[in-house]
C-alpha cells in the first residue's frame, strides 16, 4: 500500500517510537492486530558506542516482527555514523534518526529536537547516518521550534536533499511539547514539501482518525503514539472503539505471554505500565489499576489478571 524504497507495507499504521513502551514484546502484538511497521524506543548512540549492555538489549529483535525500524538519538555526526553501522549489523529494516524528541536531558546535549535549530548540523548527521547504515534511514521531526519558528517544510526538504529515504512529521512545535493540539494542516504543507513517503503522526485516536489524517493532509502514512498504549487493537479496522473487560484482558494475557517469551528480564514496573493502561477508561478500571500496581512480580501479575477472568465468568 506504500513502500519507503523498496520496502513495501500493506497498510499505511505503524506504531510510534515510545521510550519505556515500545519494546519487543509490545511491537509484536502491535504486528499481530495489524501494525504495518513499529519503531524502538530512542536508543543512545553513546550506549550504542561503548556498547552498553542496556543499550544493546534495546537492539533485541525476532524474524515475526518485521519490518521494524530502530530509532537512533545524538548529536555527533561521527558517532551517529558509527552507531548506524552497529545497528546495521541487526536483523532490521530501517533506522529512524530522531530530531523531535522534547526532553530537557536530550535537548541539553544538542540531539533530538534542538536539531531543529542547527538544520547544518542536522544534515550532516543524516549524510553520516545514510552512510554507516545498510538499510533506508529515515528522520522523525516537529513541526518546528515554537510558533514563531515553524521550519517543518524547510527540514523535511533538507532531510530529503541529505538522503533521507522518508520522514515522520509530530505536528506539534518543542515549545508545545504534547500540549494543545496537533495541526494537521503542516502535514499537508510538508506533503507538498518533498517528494518522499510523509508520515503523519499527532493525536491520532482511533483506526477511523487515522484514516481521516491520511485523507486531510494527503500523508503516505499514519503513526500512533499514546492511543496504541494499553490499546494495540487501535491498528485493526474490526476491534471494538470501546472493547469490552473481557476483550482487554485476553488482550494483556497475549502480551503478558510474549512478554514471558522474549523478554522475561523485563522489570515488574514496567510491565505495570502497560498493564495499567489497558483498563483506561474502563468502569471499575481505577479498582484494577491499583490492584495490578500492588503486584511485585510477573507470576503475580498474571495471577491477579487471570482473577479477573474468573471475576468475569
Ligand atoms: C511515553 C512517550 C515516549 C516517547 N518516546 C519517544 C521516542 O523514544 N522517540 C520519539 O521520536 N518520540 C517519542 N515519543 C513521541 C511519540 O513518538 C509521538 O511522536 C507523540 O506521542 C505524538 O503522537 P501521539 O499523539 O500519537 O501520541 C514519545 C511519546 C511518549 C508519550
Redesign the pocket.
Known sequence: MFSITTLGFDNPFIL???????DLAFRLQCREYGAALC?S??ISCHGLHFRQKNTLDLLRTVPAERPVAM?L?GSEPDIMGEAAEIISEYPIDLI?I?M??PARKVIKKGAGCALMKEPVLAAKIIRSVVKGASVPVTV?FRSGWNHQAITACDFAKMAEDNGAAAITI?A?TWSDG?SGT?DWGIIRQVKQAVSIPVIG????TSHADGVRMMEETGCDGV??????LGAPWIFSADAPENPSLAFRIAALNRHLALIAKHQPDTPPSQIKNHAGRYFKGVVGGAEIRRQIFNQTSYADLVEIISSFSRGLL
Open positions: 510510534a517510537p515510545l521510550a519505556g513502551y515500545s519503531f524506543e530512542m530509532q538519538f529512524d530522531n523531535g524528541c522523525k509530530h506539534r504534547f496537533a503522526n499527532g493525536d491520532i503513526m500512533i503514539g499514546r492511543a496504541a
